[in-house]
């Protein structure tokens, strides 16, 4: 079972780890590395931060805000985890990944305007994983975004498609 955790719902703005390759940057193929990394949707940016590698276990985080996700991670932290740890184990992952997020060691990778992009399931051709969505921004770059927990990556199509939807013409 996956962890979630809800705060007061921001329809666009969402967190979780998701597996992510690039596969056209600036109109020009390049080679895919896919990649492990924390997802970061803000408004109609989507931010990537390199993962703890490979833990789609607990699922995503919702949050009006990064300090935000780290004050609530951190309190739920202390309170539960450190007095009992073998039970609560699970709560320090994403303590762990959203701290690493905010100090030097994981700066976001890249940043993509999805403004003018597109998102649709990727096609067989594109990737022989299951659960790929295909997205493309307006400044020619295509991304496939992975997971192999299917609510996970559908609810993460949706938020794309709405955003997208959203600010398709600002
Ligand atoms: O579209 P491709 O070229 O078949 O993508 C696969 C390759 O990138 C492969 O690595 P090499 O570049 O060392 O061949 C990756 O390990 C695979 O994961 C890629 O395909 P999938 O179907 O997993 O997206």
Request: glycine share 6%; net charge positive.
């Amino acid at each position: 079972s996956h962890m979630r955790l809800c705060f007061p719902p921001q329809p666009s703005e969402k967190c979780g780890v998701l597996n992510v390759t690039k596969i056209t940057e600036n109109g020009k193929k390049v080679r895919k590395n896919w990649t492990s990394s924390w997802t970061v949707l803000q408004g109609s940016s989507l931010l990537f931060a390199k993962g703890q590698g490979g833990s789609t276990s607990w699922s995503y985080y919702r949050s009006g805000s990064i300090p935000e996700l780290l004050l609530t991670l951190l309190s739920n932290w202390k309170r539960s985890v450190k007095p009992r740890p073998a039970v609560s184990y699970v709560n320090c992952r994403p303590v762990q990944a959203a701290a690493k997020f905010g100090s030097n060691q994981s700066k976001p990778e890249f940043t993509v305007d999805l403004r003018g992009g597109s998102v649709e399931w990727a096609s067989k051709e594109k990737s022989s994983k299951k659960h790929v969505i295909e997205l493309k921004t307006r400044q020619g770059t295509e991304l496939l975004i992975q997971s192999e927990i299917d609510s996970v990556i559908n609810d993460w199509y949706r938020a794309l498609r709405e955003t997208i939807n959203t600010h398709a013409w600002e």
